[in-house]
């Protein structure tokens, strides 16, 4: 009893280290050591009552070879002496047997637990990305949150899209995707006619990043969204800046249509 006691203290130990609530994932050293000591334990009295069982078959096959044989009360006690030495060992083998079947468990439930562990870290550790030129890291979630939003826009769901990057900035303000995920909010805001709110969004955009390969098409959707609402003055300044500050760009060719067309 005193083996099995041995090894449910092992157990316990190794089980509380996997817990998840204590996240002792690496503190079951010492229940692994309890665990070998025991097997190491067992197999050593394995051995042992082998070697008292042989030595008492030895010393009954010699009592008989011997001359005048043993008194019929020294070969029963001798007969019980061996047949409780066959039951300690029937036994031992069975405790070891089990304990072999509980250290498998153990480890089983021990590789499920590291197993779960890596795949918490692989969703905690960063992610490096590169878009539109520029790398920075982000979470899984992060990652998986801007692709959501921007897979919306994909779709043409504007309004969904538009809750779903004002959501994305307000949860993640300090994000290598904030610059995109305003532009796109601003994208998705001006869909749906919402264009001075839209502005609002892509002036965000450039004041976080005004180096930023998309700020001519920002400064551009900024111009069409004043121009939708009527105001003309404003868009011929936004469109004289932007040829001004990027004069090679794509946006820039088609700020210049819009201006002579405004003249």
């Not at 449910?8 to 998840?20: D, G, Q, Y």
């Not at 078959?57 to 002496?81: I, K, V």
Request: proline share 3%.
């Amino acid at each position: 009893m005193a083996g099995r006691h041995t090894l449910w203290v092992a157990v316990l130990a190794l089980a509380a280290a996997a817990s998840p609530a204590h996240a002792q994932l690496f503190g079951d050293d010492e229940a692994r050591k309890a665990i070998i000591d025991l097997r190491e334990r067992v197999e050593v009295q394995r051995r042992q009552n082998d070697a008292r069982l042989e030595k008492l078959g030895q010393d009954l096959a010699r009592m008989h070879e011997e001359a005048g044989a043993p008194t019929r009360r020294a070969l029963l006690d001798l007969s019980n002496q061996l047949e409780a030495l066959r039951q300690d060992v029937a036994r031992q083998r069975g405790q070891f047997e089990q304990l072999a079947r509980d250290v498998a468990e153990l480890q089983r439930q021990q590789k499920d637990v590291l197993v779960a562990f890596d795949e918490r870290l692989r969703v905690l550790e960063p992610l490096k990305v590169t878009v539109d030129g520029q790398e920075f890291r982000v979470t899984s979630d992060e990652k998986a949150a801007f692709e959501s939003a921007l897979d919306l826009v994909r779709k043409a769901a504007f309004d969904e899209a538009g809750r779903a990057f004002a959501a994305f900035a307000k949860r993640y303000p300090d994000s290598g995707y904030q610059p995109l995920a305003q532009f796109w909010l601003g994208n998705s805001l001006y869909s749906t006619s919402a264009f001075k709110d839209a502005i609002d969004a892509y002036r965000r955009m450039l004041q976080l990043a005004p180096g930023h390969v998309r700020v001519p098409e920002a400064r551009l959707a900024i111009a069409n969204c004043q121009l939708e609402l009527k105001d003309s003055r404003a868009a011929r300044r936004t469109l004289e800046e932007l040829i001004k500050a990027f004069p090679q760009s794509e946006a820039a060719v088609t700020a210049k249509d819009k201006l002579a067309r405004l003249r």
